[in-house]
């Protein structure tokens, strides 16, 4: 088993995220709240706007979430790190995890507000298919899947070549460049592993959602958690700060999974899948900030909490500390920026890391 770390963003950086992510959700005000959602998979190069199309959706009435749309967003926001004189998308694959964190934050507040919803995503990660599909079953929606087909070889192909128009727009002044997607990470798509996430959604395609059985469609049960209850609480004043932080210290939080799983390693470059949704996580507080339940010192603390306090040391600030179970890292470069990777690459300074196991 490959071991990851954990990272929950603060500081600056994770302000910057929130204004990313209340950009991209703003846009979608006048998206229907009909808790509709539409997973459309495909490898890099398909075209699953073509796809969405036959299938007779109007792409109008629905936000669009992918991880390309994201990367758009980073690098028009300056948010991906210089390296070597390459273009902005030409230094995605810096980001990409961080893109990842940002898709799902993006869809997490679609699914509070029950607006329609496409996940444009690669549909590659079984860990992302079922954690979306819990999730979208549970905040009351009607979920359909469509997949665009298309070859390994013809997938390589189109990558490239939208790699290589994005760089000449880029010589031109135009855009941001074109993202590099090795050919060998989409080659490692074609495998049945990278398959077996579409028949995982099958249940939940065109199924009644949990709302749905039990009469509460649009009573607000979503996400849940207890995270969420004394989120709430905190925010009607039952709970101080100080109250909500002693809770942090002493809960057992659960860990995000991340998105690639072992067997699919060679492909993470090319999985577009948003990060899964783990509720009573982290995920529930980053969810609170966004709906600007918490203001920015009240998440720097409560992020420092889910840090226990033997986890500081002098070298560190309490919003950077590692988790004890964390073995010592040394200072990250400062191009590096993910969220959830393999253990070998380090966190940035802005955050806390947690350590797990994939």
Request: charged residues 20%.
């Amino acid at each position: 088993m490959g071991r990851t770390v954990v990272v929950i963003w603060t500081g600056e950086r994770n302000r910057q995220q929130r204004r990313l992510v209340a950009e991209m959700y703003s846009g979608a005000a006048g998206v229907p709240c009909e808790r509709a959602a539409v997973i459309a998979g495909g490898l890099p190069g398909a075209d699953k706007a073509s796809a969405l199309d036959d299938a007779g959706l109007d792409r109008s009435r629905y936000l669009t979430v992918s991880i390309d749309a994201v990367l758009a967003r980073m690098a028009a926001a300056g948010l991906i790190p210089e390296a070597d004189g390459l273009s902005p998308l030409g230094r995605a694959g810096l980001v990409h995890a961080e893109a990842q964190y940002l898709a799902k934050r993006v869809g997490l507040r679609a699914l509070m507000d029950g607006r329609n919803l496409i996940l444009d995503i690669s549909l590659a990660s079984w860990r992302a298919a079922e954690a979306w599909t819990y999730a979208l079953r549970f905040a009351d929606y009607a979920v359909n899947a469509v997949f665009a087909d298309i070859g390994i070889d013809e997938a390589v192909r189109r990558s490239a070549e939208a790699r290589r128009h994005g760089e000449d727009q880029f010589r031109q002044g135009q855009g941001f460049g074109g993202r590099d997607i090795p050919a060998e990470a989409i080659w490692a798509l074609a495998t049945p592993a990278a398959a077996a996430p579409r028949n995982r959604i099958r249940w939940a395609v065109g199924a009644r959602s949990a709302g749905a059985i039990g009469g509460t469609v649009g009573t607000g049960t979503f996400p849940g958690s207890a995270v969420t209850a004394m989120l709430v609480s905190y925010r009607e004043g039952r709970l101080s700060l100080d109250d909500l932080t002693l809770e942090f210290r002493v809960r057992r939080w659960p860990q995000v999974p991340d998105v690639c799983p072992p067997e699919l390693e060679q492909a993470r470059a090319a999985i577009d899948d948003p990060e899964p949704y783990v509720p009573g996580s982290f995920d529930d507080v980053v969810l609170a900030y966004d709906l600007g339940w918490l203001s920015d010192p009240d998440y720097d603390v409560l992020a420092a909490a889910a840090g226990p306090p033997e986890a500081l040391s002098a070298s560190c600030p309490a919003s950077h500390a590692p988790h004890p179970a964390t073995p010592p890292i040394q200072p990250p470069p400062p191009a590096s920026h993910p969220r959830n990777a393999p253990a070998t690459p380090t966190p940035p300074a802005s955050a806390i890391t947690l350590a797990s196991s994939s």
